[in-house]
């Protein structure tokens, strides 16, 4: 049976990354295809000389014709018992609005030009394309680097079900990650930030590394956020979830929330995990 990866989510979330990211990877990538020509595209392909065994196509709100029998067409498929893998993509009104802007184009139901009307519109006509999703990724701090990295990870191994670790340090005055899934707050350790040799240096450097470490307190709360972790990875995995962002801050995200997110991640090792410092160059 043909593999089949289904892209769809907001326009401007990043579906063209994911999908070039696939197609680097050897997926035969249709871009807008009508949901009613699924079935016929799909059995072209197994019935094709030369085999094409692995499938990515991106279904959005573009193609207006037939796209309201998008979520019936793909629960026929994954009825049949085809190995089907649904990733949405999302990111934040604000972000949205944000990159629209930046590249001046016009929102696919804006006709009236009001981009956030057409984005309010989109969030409504996409819900259940959404709850069939199996990857949902929300794209409102990602880079396209970032996300190009977590579809290559999720994708290059076929033969592996591991959940993508996302491991995030951040600082609370610059707000909380959207994407978070669980938030851990280290304001209790304490703060390099007060300590002149450490102030301008960052949780990557050992001098900081040290301060935090030699503390008893840190050395705790990591291992009992690794126990609790190894407990609940397994779980999530368990029932499905491929992804889980874990967010770890401290006042400004530069020292603590570093320094013990990497120390994490470090922990996690064979898992692979994505490591992002948001704030680290923030004042």
Excluded: W
């Amino acid at each position: 049976m043909t593999n089949l990866v289904i892209i769809s989510g907001l326009s401007g979330s990043g579906k063209s990354t994911a999908v070039n990211v696939l197609e680097d990877m050897d997926y035969y990538c249709v871009d807008n295809l009508p949901p009613t020509l699924l079935p016929t595209f799909i059995e072209l392909c197994e019935n094709s000389d030369k085999e094409i065994s692995k499938v990515a196509l991106v279904i959005d709100i573009r193609e207006r014709v037939s796209f309201d029998r998008a979520p019936e067409v793909i629960r026929e498929f994954i009825k049949k018992g085809y190995p089907v893998d649904m990733i949405f993509l999302e990111s934040s009104d604000a972000t949205l609005l944000k990159r629209y802007k930046e590249t001046r184009r016009k929102h696919p139901l804006s006709d009236d030009g009001n981009i956030a009307d057409g984005i309010s519109k989109e969030r409504k006509i996409l819900e259940q394309l959404k709850e069939l999703s199996n990857y949902t990724i929300d794209t409102s701090e990602l880079n396209v680097h970032q996300l190009s990295d977590i579809i290559k990870n999720k994708f290059n191994k076929p033969n592996t079900q591991n959940i993508l670790l996302n491991i995030i340090s951040f600082g609370f005055k610059h707000g909380i990650p959207n994407d978070a899934d669980m938030i851990f707050d280290v304001r209790f350790l304490p703060n390099p930030h007060f300590v002149e040799d450490l102030r301008d240096l960052n949780g990557t450097d050992k001098e900081v590394i040290d301060f935090i470490m030699n503390k008893e307190e840190s050395r705790q709360f990591i291992e009992k956020i690794t126990d609790f972790l190894e407990y609940l990875v397994p779980n999530y995995e368990k029932e499905g979830k491929s992804y889980l962002t874990i967010a770890i801050g401290c006042t400004g995200g530069k020292h603590r929330s570093v320094a013990i997110t990497d120390m994490v991640a470090r922990h996690f090792k064979d898992l692979s995990p994505l490591t992002r410092h948001r704030d680290v160059s923030k004042n």
